[in-house]
């Protein structure tokens, strides 16, 4: 996910997303640790998903950028 998909979307949606991708880094690490997994660098596209997810709803929060939460 981009961040300009990221701020377009709603903060319910981006905390379903973010749900959604915090269990999928899970899944990829506990893979990386039990067999070896076909994408390694999946493991840093998704750390940088869940960064960019929390970025947005962190500046909804604080009203950077002029962010208003919806």
């Known amino acids: 996910m981009n961040i300009e998909e990221a701020r377009s979307k ?3 949606e981006l905390e379903f997303d973010l749900k959604n991708v915090k269990k999928e880094l899970f899944d990829l690490r506990f893979q990386a640790a039990t067999e070896t997994s076909a994408n390694p660098a999946q493991v840093r596209v998704m750390r940088r998903s869940v960064a ?3 970025t947005v709803l962190h500046e909804r929060q604080t ?3 002029g962010q208003e939460p919806r």
């Open 52 to 54: 960019r997810i929390t």
């Open 63 to 65: 009203g950077v950028r």
């Open 10 to 12: 709603t903060d319910a």
